[in-house]
T-cell receptor
Framework: QKEVEQNSGPLSVPEGAIASLNCTYS??????FFWYRQYSGKSPELIMS????GDKEDGRFTAQLNKASQYVSLLIRDSQPSDSATYLC??????????FGKGTMLLVSP | GAVVSQHPSWVICKSGTSVKIECRSL??????MFWYRQFPKQSLMLMAT?????????EQGVEKDKFLINHASLTLSTLTVTSAHPEDSSFYIC????????????FGPGTRLTVL
C-alpha cells in the first residue's frame, strides 16, 4: 500500500525564520509530488508541484525532491504568522489519484 | 483559473434523510473529479474517483450504495449521502483535475455535513 509520511508537528518557528517541512513516500515509481496548505476548517490549497529531482522555487516557497531517497521537502522563507496552517504532502498514487500524508502543523509566532 | 465550487457549504439534516452535494468546475472542464472526506484532525481520505459519463470508482471500504456519485457533465459532479447517520457527519471536499496530462488537483471549499 502506498504511504506518505509526515511529522505531525506542530513545528514552531519565529516570524522571519525558515520553516522546513519534510515528507517521505513509499512508492518508488511516483512521478508527481504536491504540497498543499490547509487552514483550520478550510479545504486544501495548492502551493507547489514538483516532478524532477532538485529544487523548485516560487516566491518564498522552495520544494525539494530527491527520488533516490524518496523524499520531498518544502521550505518557507521569511515565515509569517499567516503561514500558520497544516501542510499536506501528496504523491500521485496511480489512476490519477493522489495519496496524502496526514500533514504537518506549522505555527509561526510573531 | 482552476476554480472549483461546492454547494452547499454546510448542511444539517436529520438521521435517515439524504443529502446532495454539488461540485462544479467554474472555469475549466473536468473529466475527472474526486470526492474526499475528512474527519476532525485527520487527513483527507479519498472516497471515490468520478469520471464524466461513466460510473465512479470507489475506494475500498466506501459503500457505493450509500454514497451515490453522478458526473453527468464536464463541469458538475454530485455526491448524495443516502440515509445519513450521525457517523456520516464530516467535511466532504471535492477536487478536480484540470486536464488529462496532469495529476494536479484543485479543491472546492468543502461541505460540512452534520447529521443529527
Amino acid at each position: 500500500q502506498k504511504e506518505v509520511e509526515q511529522n505531525s508537528g506542530p513545528l514552531s518557528v519565529p516570524e522571519g525564520a525558515i520553516a522546513s517541512l519534510n515528507c517521505t513516500y513509499s512508492d518508488r515509481v511516483s512521478q508527481s509530488f504536491f504540497w498543499y496548505r490547509q487552514y483550520s476548517g478550510k479545504s486544501p490549497e495548492l502551493i507547489m508541484s514538483i516532478y524532477s529531482n532538485g529544487d523548485k522555487e516560487d516566491g518564498r516557497f522552495t520544494a525539494q525532491l530527491n527520488k533516490a531517497s524518496q523524499y520531498v521537502s518544502l521550505l518557507i522563507r521569511d515565515s509569517q504568522p499567516s503561514d500558520s496552517a497544516t501542510y499536506l504532502c501528496a504523491v500521485n498514487g496511480g489512476y490519477s489519484t493522489l495519496t496524502f500524508g496526514k500533514g504537518t502543523m506549522l505555527l509561526v509566532s510573531p | 483559473g482552476a476554480v472549483v465550487s461546492q454547494h452547499p457549504s454546510w448542511v444539517i439534516c436529520k438521521s435517515g434523510t439524504s443529502v446532495k452535494i454539488e461540485c462544479r468546475s467554474l472555469d475549466f472542464q473536468a473529466t475527472t473529479m474526486f470526492w474526499y472526506r475528512q474527519f476532525p484532525k485527520q487527513s483527507l481520505m479519498l472516497m471515490a474517483t468520478s469520471n464524466e459519463g461513466s460510473k465512479a470508482t470507489y475506494e475500498q471500504g466506501v459503500e457505493k450504495d450509500k454514497f451515490l456519485i453522478n458526473h453527468a457533465s464536464l463541469t458538475l459532479s454530485t455526491l448524495t449521502v443516502t440515509s445519513a447517520h450521525p457517523e456520516d457527519s464530516s467535511f466532504y471536499i471535492c477536487s478536480a483535475k484540470v486536464g488529462e496530462g496532469t495529476d494536479t488537483q484543485y479543491f472546492g471549499p468543502g461541505t460540512r455535513l452534520t447529521v443529527l
